[in-house]
């Protein structure tokens, strides 16, 4: 038996879900000023320290005669591993360890796992077994029945993993997809390819002379365009509505610094707007350049922090953010959880004064999809009455989990907290129960990003069954003494809804109607940016629009399918359809099934005139964003947002704003 002190650099998490997309929302992600770190304790997993054996051999059989003699001669395989560690020196000593906490029983189960994998490789009908597959599968279904958040990573996974916590890599800042047989272009980072003169939309034919196939994995696109910063990346690229449509740019490799700031600006004269998409190791000095480049325009009354789709990310990188609101010493955030020890708890507090005047009126806009380090800012200015949250109610994220490195490049992330806000309030949404199915095994998609940050390449499936938590009915307290809401997430103080997005809308999103409808849009009308933007605010764009996604869900006799609103519902019709005309004799039954298609597909269609307002946003959004730059396009859809437009008229308000954060007043 080998023990293993490894060297350890881990960090806290509190990393919500993956955030869905949408059309109409900006393009997210970070820059650089003078905020400290916080102070709070870094957490580690405990690791054992023994002395150096002089006789490993010995050493080792002692320890395994421990085990049962059966299970050893079948299954025991001895890895060595000389990590920098410690290895156990007499079998006196391997005793006690095994006897530690149940250690015995963990290895005895160990040691079975490694037993089934040797039975499967040499024994299985079938040659080429995996092995490496199988294991991360089962590690990653136990861990998954514990939680959706712990997770084995393997070292292409850890490496993506390291770039979203840091925010850092060498390579040309493009976000890729699959379409077909080619590679597309989703996003270009300003600064980056971007200002090299890549667009979304574009298509990568060759990488440095390497032709692009339809077999080429996009995992080995994305490593042909990292690369050392400094150097070049030649790329052949298709471009619709181009004057070149196949043209070639030399792209500069850079060290990429993902913004968690996408837009920073001025929304009407003394009122700052900032977009916040996550937490990483600089997110807290981008911030702080945002709010000392509002300041330095004009003077700040009011600043409007958007956390809504932020998933989260770094638990030092919240408590940073929280402390440019709340005055120093504040109580931002505390966490709890057996690694501490029994009945532990450790506090985080602002180490210096706030960055934002506390005469600066402050809201945070937040929805379903904040979760995590955003609800800990969120819980915080909340709690200490520092500023007003306005929108939905958030996700309901609660846990924090620690990343261990691992022999061979992995990582194992862990859940081993639950975090409070300063009132006292745990705002996880779901417990999670063990002793539950294991989970499938993970499933690969065809979209990935050359960051490793918009999408891992594999979706996550959990085998932990999610229940909601027991109904919180204790009374929590800011501050000012107002009541707030626990039990599940941050309540708003100020209720405020998006634009609604209709059956129709969704099912052209995710069928990518749009994005195609912009290939061809651009096919038809080639020129310069500035004509083409002209072109598209026509009267007739919209009309075009509804023919392309008409013409696209036709079928071979021109007639109209109920497949743009629910393919679901249609695939149903059309199994009950067969199964009428299957019959003998045609029946009154199929030919009212006919009359109800008809209706159907008159409702949908009907849709085109009753959601035309957003979707024409979609489409146009759409177009643009091959013209313009992320925060260009970001900028021009505040003015229509709701939620933008309620906060705005808050701050706007002071006797609303300021009576919103007062005590309530006590009956006398």
Known sequence: LVVVNLPSANSALCMGPPTPRRSRSGIPRRG??????????RFRLPKVTLPQPEELLESVKDA????????????????????GGSIVATGRIVGDFLAEDGRGEVIERAILFG????????AYVEKGVDVDRLFQTGVNAMLNSLDPYSTYENARQAEDLNVRTTGRYGGVGLTIARSGDEVVVLGALEGYAFDAGVRPGDRINE???????????????????RGEPGTGVELVLSRGGSPKPVFSLLVPRKLVRLPDVSLCTVMRPG????KLDGFSEGTAEELAQGIESLQSSAELSSLVID???????????????AQQFVPQGTEIVSTSGRLYGEDATLTYRSSRPPLVSPSTKLVLLVNGNTASAAEIVSGAVQDTDRGVVVGQRTFGKGLVQVVEP?????????????????????????SYSSNVRPAPAESETDEDTEDGFESSGRTLSSGSIAKPVAKDTKVYSTIHGRPVQGGGGIAPDVVSVPMPIGALERSLLQRGAFFKYADEWLQRHKGVPTAQERALAQEDTYRDFVQFARSQFLNKKGEDQLTLQDPTLNRQLKLLEKALNSKEEKTRSSKQLQVLRKLLVDEELAQFQTQKEAILLDVREAVLGRLTSPSIR???TLSTDPQVIAALNLVADDSRYYQILQSPARPS
């Open 64 to 83: 395994a005669a421990t085990f049962r003699p059966l299970q050893v001669l079948t299954g025991f395989v001895l890895a060595l591993m000389l990590v």
């Open 207 to 225: 990488i440095d002379g390497v032709l692009i196939k339809s077999s080429t994995p996009l995992d080995e696109v994305k490593e042909m365009l």
């Open 634 to 636: 970001l900028r021009s």
């Open 115 to 122: 037993a089934i994998l040797g039975d499967v490789q040499s």
């Open 406 to 430: 691992l022999p061979g490049g992995g990582s194992l992330k862990l859940t081993v907290a639950k975090y409070f806000t300063p009132s006292g309030r745990c705002i996880q949404a779901l």
């Open 32 to 41: 650089k000023s003078a905020v400290p770190k916080p102070s709070g304790p």
């Open 307 to 321: 956390l809504r789709d932020n998933p989260g990310g770094l638990l030092d990188a919240a408590v940073s953010v």
């Open 271 to 274: 009122v700052g707007y900032i």
